[in-house]
């Protein structure tokens, strides 16, 4: 199994996020990557650095209008006056089929959902680049590769076609599936981050070709709180075709694995010609986020049944924030995917 990494992943720094209100450092920081590719080396993947596949991959998920937002805004921002370093959003729309607005504050209302997706000079670079990573990793796939990782960073699942939040900007989950249908139609998305993959379900929301399933903390009252609820089922012709399995907080392992089971009992009825796994490891015990409480032996055991589904898959990087054992998580489920997996 192989590993893909791009170094311009690195460049994406950003200074804060608001919590609770409140200013704090942002915890998807560049050294989240460095300590998932040294762990994704010292089990024995293969490192590739991705070719550029130019915007394509990206416009197949995200509306025109946001990747010119996201590839120009920086610029523009610096251009306002008294205007602060990174763009960071200050007034929201109450719908989105209204008007599409001109300025720069606007667009960034528009655009970010939460104060969590600051952009910053280098910011873009690392995005294109993280969305590379998917797509190289895709390609891999798609050309026979059993399996693939891509180490992504910034993160995605929580960017929907035209909305950033939650630390992401560009789906890479998404990438990847859309990438892998030009060998596999149907695609399941099983999505085991902390957080409901709240973008990922609403690119697919309406289609009936990729079956999207997320296990997470309950948004009732959790990050993305508004997306994530079981009766979220899809719509029009993608009806169906989407599964919430929220979760108390403070699952353990046990607990969580019959929902697991759940989740990838649809996936076989969905019978998927290939498989994408939005893998965050910030339900561990240990994560800053506090939501689940995932044992670092608990990601390999949940790396098994999903190896065993012996589909071709795409690994996709989503969330785990900084603590002792950020690396040795990835580490328990990249073993234990790949003796199962085979
Ligand atoms: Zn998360």
């Not at 399941?188 to 990729?210: C, E, K, P, W």
Request: proline share 8%; charged share 20%; aromatic share 10%.
């Amino acid at each position: 199994m192989k590993v893909v990494f791009h170094e311009s992943q690195f460049a994406h720094d950003p200074e804060h996020f608001l919590s609770s209100g409140a200013p704090q450092p942002n915890p998807e920081v560049p050294e989240r990557a460095r300590r998932l590719l040294a762990s994704a080396e010292a089990v024995g993947l293969e490192r590739v650095t991705p070719a550029d596949h130019g915007l394509a991959p990206i416009a197949r998920v995200h509306t025109p209008e946001y990747i010119a937002f996201l590839s120009g805004i920086f610029e523009r921002w610096q251009r306002i006056e008294g205007a602060s370093k990174e763009v960071i959003p200050n007034i929201h729309p109450d719908r989105r089929d209204g008007a599409y607005p001109a300025s720069a504050v606007g667009q960034a209302g528009y655009h970010q959902a939460d104060t969590a997706c600051p952009i910053g000079a280098e910011s873009w670079e690392a995005i294109r680049w993280s969305a590379n990573t998917a797509a190289e990793a895709a390609a891999l796939v798609a050309a026979g590769e059993p399996a693939a990782y891509a180490l992504s960073r910034p993160p995605g699942h929580h960017a929907f076609a035209d909305l950033a939040g939650g630390f992401c900007y560009v789906n890479n989950t998404a990438v990847a599936a859309a990438a892998l249908q030009a060998a596999y139609p149907r695609i399941a998305v099983l999505d085991v981050d902390l957080h409901h993959g709240n973008g990922t379900q609403g690119i697919f929301y309406r289609r009936a070709d990729v079956l999207t399933v997320s296990i997470h903390a309950d948004p009732v009252r959790f990050y993305p709180f508004f997306w994530g609820h079981a009766d979220e089922r899809g719509a029009g012709p993608g009806l169906g075709h989407n599964l919430n399995l929220p979760i108390p907080r403070g699952t353990e392992d046990d607990a969580y694995m019959p929902v697991l089971d759940a989740a990838l009992d649809r996936i076989n009825a969905f019978a998927p010609d290939a498989l994408v796994v939005a893998l965050g490891l910030d339900g561990y015990e240990g994560d800053p986020f506090g939501g689940l409480r995932i044992s670092t032996d608990g990601f390999a055991r949940i790396a098994e049944p999903i190896g065993k589904l012996g589909l071709p898959t795409v690994v996709v990087q989503e969330g785990g924030y900084l603590c002792d054992d950020l690396g040795r998580n990835l580490e328990a489920f990249l073993t234990g995917f790949g003796a199962a997996h085979g």
